[in-house]
């Protein structure tokens, strides 16, 4: 009608800001389950994938668990450290890395393509496709911090709600960047290679494989502000309690700023057709 395609149509519909159409209401609510649910399916057939993620991961308390007696670093439990860099982990490797894959591997074979001449909003394709690794994450981290607790004696949260919101911001933050790094990613062979220097890159100076607090002051005020050190910031502070509430806010606004960016270049460069 009027010389205008269904495609079109959608592609401007896509890029308007989801007002009544957001995730709030039951028939959105409803698309994003039945996406996830084809997500969950999808994944329920690589039972070895489900199995590694959850639990493989409670070989790293019990292969630290001799090391208990050396329980304190830096006036921080060894429990706590493990528990940080087990909960940092399920961020990138149960939600980062599978998530650039599904995201390339869907565009590839035009399924984002399809989806976007329907009925779902792009903020609903994007999020019924990343609920199911999101969720395996949380999971995942669950059982790690049980894990920490019982076999490293991490003990209990002083600050519970600051872990909670390392949680929901590296969650988030992490399915992002990955929706990011899709836009960059040739094919699924590729997912790996580009997904690297993220992964690297938090590992060494967000906290997560080797503690802030052995890097020299000026590395580790700059890394800092590197994307998921927020996130694992407030999921340490959440156990040991060592964040003012001054410092703990300006840590969950740096948190929030890279999670604009990030939803900025994705609404910006995210791409819903393969690659040539």
Known sequence: MNGITGEDRRTAIGKLP???SGLFTSRSRRR????????????????????????????????????????????????????????GFSFLFAVYTSLVSAYVARREELVLKRLRTGEPTDVE??????????????????????????LLDAGAPRAPWLTVLGLLTGLTLSATLAALTSAFTRTTESAQVTALPLVFMSMIGSG????????????????????????????RAGWTGELTAYEAFGTVLTALAWTVVAVFAVRRWFRWEPRR
Not at 37 to 53: D, I, K, P, Y
Not at 142 to 148: R, T
Request: glycine share 8%; proline share 7%.
């Open 18 to 20: 989801a007002v009544g």
């Open 32 to 87: 994003v389950r039945a996406l996830a649910g084809a997500e969950f399916a999808l994944l329920g057939r690589n039972r070895s994938a489900v199995a590694t993620a959850l639990l493989v991961p409670l070989a790293l308390p019990f292969s630290v668990r001799p090391a208990i007696d050396q329980a304190d670093f830096r006036g921080v439990n060894l429990g706590t450290l493990m528990l940080t860099a087990a909960i």
């Open 125 to 150: 394709i994007l999020g019924g496709t990343a609920l199911p690794a999101v969720c395996l994450g949380l999971a995942q981290a669950l059982v790690l911090a049980l894990g920490c607790v019982v």
């Open 208 to 235: 997560i494989a080797l503690p802030t607090d052995l890097l020299p002051h000026r590395a580790a005020a700059v890394c800092e502000f590197l994307p998921l050190s927020p996130a694992v910031r407030l999921v």
